[in-house]
């Protein structure tokens, strides 16, 4: 028991429970925060006491305030069931007609994880589970809202919304062997990415990693928790050892077909990065070799496979990974950073990785990206201009001239 006393206040015992289970003192904050597509509004979860579960509400910007119920948490209940689902995050789908909602979620690494996903319709107020096949990772909508991709056991799905069938996209997938979708343990916390697939643009591609680790040393440990310690093994290459061979292949989901893109003949290398172009025939594969050191960046025609490299650095000690490669809307250029001149600066290069020209420039640091606004022609970044010790942030058009934002 405590107290809380002040001069001419009355006296109040603050107890275990204020603490623990009652939040007395607990900051306010917002959770699960998504913005909408006009910039106006942002939806957030907002508890409903009296029902136990939560709501998504839909926020004004400029005020702070609701405007609307978007979904009343007591209205996602499945059927065969009375009571609704507690869930732990959600996404839109693009045309903001559908939420997919993940439940029961189990951490599997730092950033890994595996849940039940639902489907809901916010017109029909009608729930779905994604599948009985199992709990699944990184359920993700298609950018046109007729899919859902996901991975489950080591292979890739995906799910017509239309009628809800299930088409299961590889089946060599096998723990510790073969792994489709998401990432092995190496990339997951030296290249800092679990979700292994992306959407093509017009929602009818999906680019994905597959990971052979059998030739991959197995570590084995002990999972405490429960009364006796359980035997754990998995995939673990120390210093030296062998990692995992990967491959990026793309599916087409009307076709069914699947392509592997040509990434050379070198098996001990690193794909830290795919990412889709505006191009929805063009993918860009970020290759590394062993010692990283050497990058280049190769763009794919998924189609056929065949790649080409439009852009190769070298560095004498090590070239850092990172988000900052943005292919601009107009289909003709590229934004990429690099710390080739002693400094992490931004370049602009067209499509063939010709340089158009060097966009920041000085004895200073980008420490990060921010994101291009390419109606308006202004780049935003945090930089360590005035002092290594302080972040500032500026934006600068794509010619070089600049403005502090």
């Known amino acids: 028991m405590f ?92 045309d903001e007609q559908k939420v997919l909602f993940s439940t029961d979620t189990e951490q599997i690494y730092r950033r890994s994880s595996k849940a039940e996903f639902y489907i809901y319709d916010i017109a029909s107020k009608k729930l779905t589970k994604l599948s009985d096949g199992g ?51 190496v990339y997951e916390e030296e290249f800092s990415f679990a979700k292994g697939f992306h959407w093509s643009p017009d929602g009818k591609k999906i680019a994905f990693y597959t990971f052979d680790e059998a030739n991959v040393p197995e570590f084995n440990m002990q999972m405490w ?75 794919a025609n998924v189609s056929t496979g065949k790649t080409n490299v ?11 990974i990172t988000d900052d490669l943005t292919y601009l809307k107009d289909g003709k250029n590229f934004i990429h950073s690099s710390e080739k001149d002693g400094y992490n600066h931004l370049y602009l290069y067209n499509m063939n990785g010709k340089l158009v020209r060097q966009i920041t420039d000085g004895n200073w640091e980008v420490s990060e990206y921010v994101g291009y606004d390419e109606k308006n022609d202004r780049l935003y970044y945090m930089s360590t201009e005035v002092s290594p010790l302080d972040r500032h942030l500026y934006s600068i058009s794509s010619k070089g001239k600049r403005s502090s934002a």
């Open 3 to 94: 107290c809380l006393c002040g001069a001419g206040a009355a006296e109040k015992d603050i107890t275990l429970e204020d603490l623990y289970k009652k939040g007395t003192f607990r900051s306010q904050s917002v959770y699960g925060v998504n913005w909408m597509n006009d910039g106006r509004y942002y939806s957030s979860q907002v508890p409903d006491e009296k029902n136990k579960v939560y709501d998504i509400v839909k926020y004004d910007v400029t005020t702070g305030k609701p405007v609307s119920t978007i979904i009343e948490g007591e209205n996602l209940v499945p059927a065969g069931s009375n009571q609704p689902i507690q869930y732990d995050d959600y996404t839109f789908s693009s």
């Open 310 to 320: 439009v852009l190769k650095e070298t560095d004498k000690a090590y070239i850092d």
């Open 135 to 185: 709990k699944q990772l990184y359920a993700s909508f298609s950018p046109d809202a007729k899919r859902v991709a996901f991975a489950r056991e080591n292979n890739m799905f995906v799910t017509d919304l239309s009628n809800m069938q299930e088409t299961q996209i590889t089946t060599d997938g096998k723990f510790n062997s073969i792994i489709n979708g998401y990432s092995d343990w």
């Open 225 to 299: 928790g429960e009364l006796y310690p359980q035997d754990y093994k998995f995939k673990y290459p120390k210093a030296g050892e062998a990692n995992s061979t990967v491959k990026v292949s793309v599916y087409d989901v009307n076709s069914g077909k699947t392509v592997k893109m040509d990434t050379g003949n070198e098996d001990d290398i690193y794909i830290p990065r795919i990412k889709w172009t505006n191009d929805a025939n063009l993918l860009s594969i970020q290759k590394m070799n062993r010692l990283q050191n050497t990058l280049e960046i190769l763009h």
